[in-house]
């Protein structure tokens, strides 16, 4: 398994002003992905002039929440990985999403930090 990209994900009930502040941090919106999930959810990812990347994802959650989103080229195989680990599948999503351009599976640490392993299915 490869990752190929890694980054922080914010899931918050208040997107907007969460952008906001990253734009004035020198990011820029360059991609808005919506129909995320039966939540229907819509992330918008955020680059800045050296290339690190944030996400920002809508949600109804009581506060925000800090996700790291890691891109793999073997959703299975990242999941096995993490399962052997102690990792469980997050019990809010089903097993595994998909969406038109991606597959993902949210995994929550023993410990209590939250992975979003996605795989994109072009």
């Known amino acids: 398994m490869k ?29 808005t992905k919506t129909g995320i999930s039966d939540m229907d959810l819509t992330g918008v990812v955020m ?17 925000d929440r800090l996700i790291i989103r890691m891109n793999v ?8 990985l993490l ?13 595994t999403e998909e969406t038109s351009s991606s597959k993902f599976c949210i995994m929550v640490s023993p410990s209590g930090f939250i992975l979003d392993v996605i795989k994109h299915v072009h």
């Open 47 to 63: 680059k800045d002039p050296n290339g690190f990347h944030v996400e920002v994802t809508d949600g109804n959650f009581p506060g």
């Open 73 to 80: 080229d073997d959703l299975d195989e990242a999941v096995e």
């Open 83 to 95: 399962t052997k680990r102690g990792f469980r599948k997050a019990k809010i999503f089903k097993e």
């Open 3 to 31: 990752i190929t990209s890694f980054y922080p994900l914010i899931a918050t009930s208040d997107p907007e002003s969460v952008m906001q502040l990253f734009e004035e941090l020198g990011f820029n919106r360059q991609h």
